[in-house]
């Protein structure tokens, strides 16, 4: 995002990790949820969650869906992780 000087909203941080989910890179998705947002400031929204737990599924790592499910149910619905 920050090569391409696009918008650095949770929308366009949405829209990059649904193209990682369409283009079969389900295993990047970890490293912009954890550093890229950090470093954008972006905060994710409930949508930015289902895509990370659908990524996570698709690379063969239920578990840790689950457990990304559950700290958003602990939490109300939305964290701010």
């Known amino acids: 995002m920050p090569q391409l000087d696009c ?3 949770v929308y366009s941080f949405n829209v990059l990790l649904k193209s990682c989910i369409r ?3 389900d295993d990047e998705i970890g490293l912009l949820f954890r ?3 950090e470093k954008l400031s972006i ?3 409930l949508t930015s969650y289902n ?3 659908k990524a996570l599924c698709k ?3 239920v578990y840790s869906a689950v457990l990304l499910m559950d700290k958003i149910e602990k939490h109300g619905g939305l964290i701010h992780c």
Do not use: D, I, K, Y
Request: avoid cysteine; charged fraction near 30%; glycine fraction near 6%.
């Open 23 to 25: 283009s079969e890179r």
């Open 43 to 45: 905060v994710p929204n």
């Open 7 to 9: 918008q650095r909203t």
């Open 59 to 61: 690379a063969g790592f």
């Open 51 to 53: 895509l990370a737990m």
């Open 35 to 37: 550093e890229l947002r």
